[in-house]
């Protein structure tokens, strides 16, 4: 049987906090995000005075790319782990029912996967799409990347049974979670294409890729190894008491985790 430390244990933790994002609703939207820039798009070359043969077969092109897109989304995990880089420090109380008081938090953005890619060989493109586009007798050329930060921030309290090497934490607590997808799109065009691809960009609504909640949640976390210096992971049920998204609908999901190392003292 497990039994609680007499004296109440500090620590600091190392690792990587861990959030998911529930994507249900932003997936279904993607066809329909596509439909609208779509049709921006044609509009500015019925204008142009695209013949409707060539509409036709740009038509027949972009459903079949539609429905590559729909096979994609619909195996694509609703629920996505994002992970982060952080850790966080507990200050020990003497009381009976809390055992301490933790506070962890982590970031992650895409200059930081960028370094962790680098660090682990991987080559990452930069920009991360650069390609020339033809439509009719016109030609361009596109360049895309994407901009990425999230954040999460937590507070909890902890009572924890301990037995030399191994140790179970029970607690509760709060969240701040928050995050943005920032993609960037720059393209060089004949003037005549410029209004019609800069509106069939904006029906993509990509500054809608936002989120936000504050929550709270209960957490179940183990510990393995010596007093001093342990192995750490614990899972959390997240629930938002508020939140709010951009058009994508991104949310915080119901499950979190943190998972790393703590040096006790």
């Not at 607690?171 to 800069?198: K, N």
Request: overall charge negative; aromatic content about 8%; charged content about 15%.
């Amino acid at each position: 049987m497990l039994c609680g430390l007499p004296v109440a244990a500090g620590g600091v933790y190392l690792g990587v906090p861990v959030v998911t994002l529930d994507l249900s609703t932003a997936l279904s939207k993607v066809p329909i995000a596509l439909s609208d820039g779509f049709d921006a798009l044609t509009a500015a070359l019925v204008d142009l005075g695209v013949p409707p043969s060539e509409l036709d077969q740009i038509q027949q092109g972009f459903d079949d790319a539609v429905e590559g897109v729909e096979a994609f989304t619909d195996t694509f995990p609703t629920l996505l782990p994002v992970p982060h880089l952080g850790g966080g420090i507990e200050i020990g109380l003497p009381l009976v029912v809390i055992d301490g008081l933790r506070l962890t938090g982590g970031l992650m953005t895409d200059g930081l996967l960028r370094s962790i890619a680098s660090i682990a060989g991987v080559d990452v493109p930069d920009p991360l799409a650069d390609f020339d586009i033809a439509i009719g007798e016109d030609s361009g050329h596109v360049t895309a990347d994407l901009g990425f930060s999230s954040w999460i921030l937590s507070t909890e309290a902890v009572k924890r049974f301990d037995l030399f090497l191994v140790a179970l934490n029970l607690g509760a607590g709060l969240d701040l979670i928050g995050g943005r997808i920032t993609p960037s799109i720059a393209y060089d065009v004949p003037e005549e294409l410029e209004d019609g691809l800069g509106q069939a960009v904006d029906a993509l609504h990509l500054d809608g890729l936002t989120w936000s909640a504050f929550a709270v949640h209960g957490v179940i976390g183990f510990e393995l190894g010596p007093p001093f210096l342990r192995l750490y992971g614990d899972l959390r049920w997240t629930l938002p008491l508020s939140h709010s998204e951009g058009w994508w609908e991104i949310r915080p999901g119901s499950l979190s985790a943190l998972l790393g190392f703590v040096i006790r003292f």
